[in-house]
Nanobody
Framework: QVQLVESGGGSVQSGGSLRLSCAAS????????MAWFRQVLGKEREGVAV???????KYADSVKGRFTIARDNAKRMLFLQMNSLKAEDTAMYYC????????????????????WGQGTQVTVSS
C-alpha cells in the first residue's frame, strides 16, 4: 500500500509559477513509476508528466518546455515545477504511483495507476 499526499497548489496569475510536491509513504519508493495527472470537472483525468525509477521522463505536449517533473528517492518525494502557467492549466492535480513495466510509455494512462493522492487545486487567472 502506498499513500500519497500532494501540496503546493494555489492561485496564480497567467505567466506565473507554482511547484507541486507529493510525499510518498512507500519504503520501496525508488522502484515506483511516478506521475502527475490533472482533471477538470466533467472531463477525463489527463496525464501531465511521468518519471521512472531511473529518471526518464515524458510530458504531455501541452506542457512541454513549461513543466518539469522530478523525484527525490531519498526523501520519497515527487515534484512538478510549473512555469509560464496558462489559464488552461487550471485543474485539480493528482500524484500517482504504481509499478509499471513500461513506465514512460504507459505513464499517461490513469488506468495503469493504483495509488493516488487526494489532489491539489491549481487555478490560473488570465
Amino acid at each position: 500500500q502506498v499513500q500519497l499526499v500532494e501540496s503546493g497548489g494555489g492561485s496564480v496569475q497567467s505567466g506565473g509559477s507554482l511547484r507541486l510536491s507529493c510525499a510518498a509513504s512507500a519504503t520501496t519508493y525508488s522502484t515506483y513509476c511516478m506521475a502527475w495527472f490533472r482533471q477538470v470537472l466533467g472531463k477525463e483525468r489527463e496525464g501531465v508528466a511521468v518519471i521512472d525509477s531511473a529518471g526518464s521522463t515524458k510530458y504531455a505536449d501541452s506542457v512541454k518546455g513549461r513543466f518539469t517533473i522530478a523525484r527525490d528517492n531519498a526523501k520519497r518525494m515527487l515534484f512538478l515545477q510549473m512555469n509560464s502557467l496558462k489559464a488552461e492549466d487550471t485543474a485539480m492535480y493528482y500524484c500517482a504511483a504504481d509499478r509499471l513495466w513500461r513506465c514512460v510509455s504507459g505513464g499517461d494512462n490513469a488506468a495503469n495507476f493504483d495509488y493516488w493522492g487526494q489532489g491539489t487545486q491549481v487555478t490560473v487567472s488570465s
